[in-house]
């Protein structure tokens, strides 16, 4: 019998419900006892080493500045090469470390991350500033992927029995996905867990091993999670634990001769310099790099006259507004056909005025921006948006010691304007009229992203034109557009937004392995 068969059949995490108290205060008391360890020093790990640095990152919380999350040790060139170092040597080992065993490694943390869920959503809560539900929702998935990749590496070894390939006489044939070798990861600061541990997870079950570069505003819930890897089991050397510039750390590994791949997620413009840096061949190198990169997104909901009117309003609210605005999947755009656009606005409007501001640790629906550099960037398109549109709500910094910034709503947008087609990454939703519902499909796909989208319609002719025509890699009909689940999603886009990676889907574990087919005479 196949030993995958003895695994449980893949399930998602479930979700918290806050509204329950019993729940809303253990996340109170996971809180509290998160803040008696703000401060600490937290080192690198390279190889069997913790190696702790003069030169640190300083995490701070973007809800409230003059608290500082912790000290992370910061990597240098040489530390990185370092690094590249114990990686190349434990890939040796790690390598020939079957599928099934590999697996166990994150059956083990998957059960720990389980266990401590709600102190991994505190720590997020504090440095990312999300409010308990995006921080639950976070920890979840990143258990989701730990267990749905594990599945997957039992899947791929035993493809053979599953799917074999066609057979003819006198020969035994047969394929196997082995590992590519040391691999770079530089996850986001928005799932600062999920996704780095997504990421790492897929990497390191498939065989190989991996230099971790946490985003600089997120890698105490990172360093978190590598020490959970540690307490699972996972041998020294398979995650090295860099946090570090991008110009100094991230640049150098890209063209390091013995990186085999990069998995980056985050904006367009870092996206294409790492792909542009990785085609170039180093002295040394002997094979081709492989990118996997997920860039962000322009993505809108679009809503018809035969919509739910009142489903569709708070759906672009929610999608526009859930973590400030801060998803490669946020609904900045709504395309409104405009015999509907007075009624969807008005409710659009008075939803987003219900929003209430504040720390996250206090569970407000809407929170700060992760950092100072965000903030002004999002307030200087505040300041186009006016210009281009009309300010229908918000507009303004808010309240608080922190980088808040009021959720904003500008109507009356012209599908060309910059905040209708430029990533703001932050609590703005942009509103335009189509004249129908054809007009609002061709002004969604005008736009070099393609990673999400949403069509409200009950017409059921509209629909099927719309799945075939809105162009993006993860298009949702009658709901939002944000919070795509693991094995129900498949999640990655089109054109800037990324290389389609289908995150959390059954092709993902393909661009971390290479097939190698083996053919014996018989």
Known sequence: MSTFTKVSPYANEPFTNFALDENK????????????????????????????????????????????????????????????????????????????????????AAALMRERKHEFSALMILESGKNYVEADVDTAE??????????????????NETQPLSRISGEDNNIS???????????????????????????????NTVLLKPASTTPVIAHKFVALMEEAGLPAGVIN?????????GDYLTTHPKTRFISFTGSK????????LAAETAPGQIWIKRVIAEMGGKDGVIVDETADLDVAAAAIVASAFGFQGQKCSAGSRAIIVES???????????????????????????GPVIDKTSYDKILAYIEIGKQEGTLLAGGEKAEGNGYYIQPTVFGDVSGKARIMQEEIFGPVLAIAKAKDWQEAIAMYNDTEFGLTGA?????????????????????????????????????????????????????????????KLTSRKI
């Open 269 to 276: 413009e870092v996206g294409l310099r790492i792909n542009k």
């Open 177 to 207: 996905y082995i590992p590519l070798g040391v691999g770079v990861i530089i996850p986001p600061w928005n799932f600062p867990l999920a996704i780095c541990v997504g990421m790492t997870a897929a990497a390191i079950v498939s065989g």
């Open 142 to 159: 990143a258990i989701d992927f730990i267990e749905f990749y594990a599945r997957e590496i039992i899947r791929l070894s035993e493809i």
């Open 340 to 366: 509907v656009y007075d009624q969807v606005v008005e409710k659009v409007v008075a939803l987003t005025k219900q929003l209430q501001i504040g720390l996250p640790e206090n569970n407000f629906a809407a």
């Open 455 to 515: 069509y409200f319609s009950t017409n059921e002719e509209r629909i099927a034109e719309a799945l075939d025509t809105v162009h993006c890699g993860n298009l949702y009909i009658n709901r939002k557009c944000t919070g795509a689940l693991v094995g129900v999603h498949p999640f990655g886009g089109f054109n800037m937004s990324g290389t389609d990676s289908k995150a959390g889907g059954y092709d993902y574990l393909l661009l971390f392995t290479q097939a």
């Open 241 to 249: 634990f860099i946090p570090g510039s991008g110009a100094e750390v």
């Open 25 to 108: 205060k253990a996340m109170e008391a996971a809180i509290a006892n998160v803040k008696t360890e703000l401060g600490q020093e937290y080192p690198l790990y390279i190889g069997s080493q913790k190696v702790v640095t003069d030169a640190k990152i300083i995490s701070i919380n973007p809800g409230n500045t003059d608290e500082v999350i912790g000290y992370v040790s910061k990597a240098d060139q040489a530390l990185a090469e370092k690094a590249m170092q114990a990686a190349l040597e434990t890939f040796e080992s790690w390598k020939r470390v079957s599928a099934k065993k590999r697996a166990q490694y994150l059956f083990k």
